[in-house]
């Protein structure tokens, strides 16, 4: 009895989260017929797979098995989204951006009260903003920039009090801009830019505690600019508005006395206040009220006549007013439209791609870019972890807007290569400048965020002419992910010029093979010394995948000291191909440890690889080696075109680099000096 009541209990428990597991599955199907019409793009989402597991792409769960996260940037969906998103109530990041989607902003999307990051930027959607969203107490980056929306901002979106990046430019939005946003106290970055946005800028919003970026080029505002604005230095940008006025900003004209009310409305709450509540007006004395005057005239000695007439005029005046109002504002909207695709010109190609403005008006600063991430959980560089001061790592911070732009939001097109914890890809930042993006997931990361931001601060000490150069890194806490971008290095590996076989690839010359093995050799002795604030560490997966070569044929070590941030098994499983192909020293099989002497015996198989030319060293190169024969150990595609005392000197550093024992390997040390030595003799 006590057994089947224990089953019973069992199953009621667990019934909730199968409902729950099968409502998700059934919102995710909706999600995908609606966004995905056609089934071009997310045919990994069937009804009979496990929306947790790895079949549905860019879909993340929890502990719990409840989807939380969803990234389908840039994957060409082109529907529209639908009301059944709001059924996720376990979502914390929505990513949709730099797709095609098209219709209005489903209000039900309010329903996910655990969101901190909402991406719908760079669509087609259209339609007002849904004033619902200001019931999402824990949105923290609202991006609905580079769309259609139309109408105004919702004053409700003054109630987000965890946000801190509101980005709205390039739509066709229009009205006021609400003053409830100076109510948002954590609010960092305000773009409005490239819209229809008349009346004044609200002093309460040139208030807002932690504002450091303000946009509002290219719209109709009027009216004084808040004196508070000016501590924004380069962060306030308000080109384009020519109705605009100040003291103490450059290109604007000082204010007379009809531009403290202006003719367009002002952005004030629709709390019915009356003139003198109003900042900016008259004191109440000075408002004149209306006056209780006794008519001079009884109703049968007033004529109708003299009363229409006095209405006529009042009506006519009235007429010509609002005629040369409305002509007047159209002549202004035509020319703000002109300057503004002059403007366009410009800033179109730059801003499209990005709706950071952050990097231009902090380029003075050690730092290439602001941080735009604060969603919640994972946060290794939260202030207090493992000792270390934030400002140890600022001028290697990025931020995911530069790293999507970048990457052209991660376009398989520019995918380099992808392994099971990590994908790589080709990017341009603004500078121009080539870059290689390393896609980590949260998931193949130290648990432990000291022990992570330990080995992030080891990365960023790493400095030497043969280790490919970390430009730096982004932590994105709503999508799960880590980004390390390096220096794009254009000739790849030094795989490819092995196994050339009947002209397939190129062949290095003897010169750039010594040189090779010269520099490979440097950067093993930099990684191992202990210099400066660099620790020695050992690099523990050196490969000739690992070796890439610039296009000066200078060798450049990747993935130094990237062990520092890994999980024990993602290293684990790296390991593999390195013990298939040989690079594994035979003492890791027995004590499961690396030492400096592990990566010596890695570096003497890249001697022999390309001494020979091949991937798979075997006993015959070996033995070539030992005695001398070079045409068993020397590439033929070199057509004895070698030194064969360089070659001799080589085989032996190789052969006493991959000894059984790693007793009797030489230091890293000792080869950079045999190497300095005897080579160039």
Request: aromatic share 8%; charged share 20%.
């Amino acid at each position: 009895m006590h057994s089947l009541l224990a089953v019973l209990l069992l199953l009621l428990l667990s019934t909730p989260l199968c409902l729950s597991s099968v409502s998700e599955l059934q919102a995710l199907m909706a999600m995908k017929a609606s966004l995905d019409p056609q089934n071009q793009f997310l045919t990994s989402w069937t009804p009979h797979s496990d929306p947790c597991g790895d079949d549905f792409e860019g879909v993340a769960c929890n502990e719990q098995g409840l989807v939380t996260n969803i990234s389908l940037q840039g994957k060409g969906l082109w529907g529209e989204i639908p009301s059944s998103v709001g059924d996720l109530k376990s979502l914390t990041g929505l990513y949709l951006h730099f797709n095609a989607l098209s219709g209005k902003i489903p209000k039900e999307i309010a329903n996910l009260d655990q969101l901190s990051d909402l991406y719908l930027n760079v669509n087609n959607l259209s339609g007002a903003i849904p004033r619902q969203i200001g019931n999402m107490s824990n949105l923290q980056v609202l991006q609905l920039c580079y769309n259609k929306l139309t109408g105004g901002i919702p004053t409700e979106l003054g109630h987000l009090k965890s946000l801190t990046v509101l980005a709205l430019q390039s739509n066709q939005l229009t009205g006021a801009i609400p003053a409830s946003l100076g109510e948002l106290d954590t609010l960092t970055r305000l773009d409005l830019s490239f819209n229809n946005f008349f009346g004044p800028i609200p002093a309460r919003l040139a208030d807002a505690p932690m504002l450091q970026v303000l946009d509002i080029r290219n719209n109709i505002l009027s009216g004084n600019v808040p004196p508070a604005l000016m501590r924004l230095n380069g962060g306030f940008q308000y080109e384009n508005n020519p109705r605009l006025c100040g003291v103490g900003f450059s290109d604007l004209k000082v204010c007379n006395a009809n531009a403290q009310n202006p003719i367009m409305p002002q952005p004030y709450e629709p709390n019915n206040l009356s003139a003198k509540d109003l900042p900016n007006s008259p004191p109440a004395k000075d408002i004149p009220e209306s006056a209780n005057v006794q008519s001079n005239c009884s109703q049968s000695r007033c004529s109708g006549a003299s009363k229409s007439t006095q209405v006529g005029i009042v009506l006519g005046v009235i007429g010509v007013v609002v005629a040369l109002t409305v002509a007047g504002l159209f002549m202004f909207s035509w020319y703000r439209r002109r300057k503004q695709k002059i403007g366009n010109s410009f800033d179109t190609f730059d801003s499209r791609l990005s709706t950071d403005k952050a990097k231009e008006v902090y380029k003075k600063t050690v730092s290439p870019l602001i941080s735009l991430e604060y969603s919640n959980g994972w946060d290794p560089l939260a202030k207090g972890n493992g000792g270390y001061s934030q400002e140890v790592l600022e001028s290697f911070m990025f931020n995911l807007e530069e790293v999507e732009r970048a990457t052209q939001s991660f376009s398989e097109l520019n995918l380099l290569r992808k392994s099971n914890f990590c994908s790589m890809y080709k990017g341009i930042l603004r500078d121009g400048s080539v870059v290689a993006v390393n896609c980590i997931g949260k998931t193949s990361c130290k648990s432990d965020e000291a022990e992570f931001l330990k080995g992030l601060k080891i990365l960023t000490s790493l400095k030497h002419e043969n280790l490919v150069r970390l430009r730096g890194f982004c932590c994105s806490k709503g999508r799960g992910e880590w980004f390390l971008i390096y220096d794009f290095v254009p000739n790849e590996s030094l795989l490819q010029y092995l196994d050339i076989k009947d002209g397939s690839g190129e062949v290095l010359e003897w010169s750039t093979r010594v040189s090779i093995i010269n520099g490979i050799a440097k950067g093993i002795g930099y990684l191992h010394g202990n210099i400066g604030n660099k620790p020695a560490i050992v690099h523990q997966s050196i490969s000739a995948e690992k070796v890439l070569i610039d296009s000066h044929y200078n060798p450049l070590l990747s993935d130094s000291g990237l062990h520092k941030l890994l999980a024990a098994d993602i290293i684990y499983s790296m390991l593999k191909p390195s013990a298939a192909m040989g690079y594994l020293a035979p003492e890791y099989v027995t004590t499961g440890r690396f030492t400096g002497k592990s990566d010596v015996y890695a570096f003497g198989m890249i001697i022999f690889q390309i001494l020979s030319g091949k991937r798979k060293i075997t006993n015959v190169t070996r033995q070539g080696a030992e005695v001398g024969r070079f045409e068993d150990f020397i590439d033929a595609n070199l057509e004895e075109r070698f030194s064969e005392s360089e070659a001799t000197k080589l085989g032996r550093i190789a052969l006493h680099c991959t000894q059984e024992s790693p007793n009797h390997r030489p230091s890293i040390e000792y080869v950079v000096k045999e190497l300095s030595e005897c080579i160039w003799t």
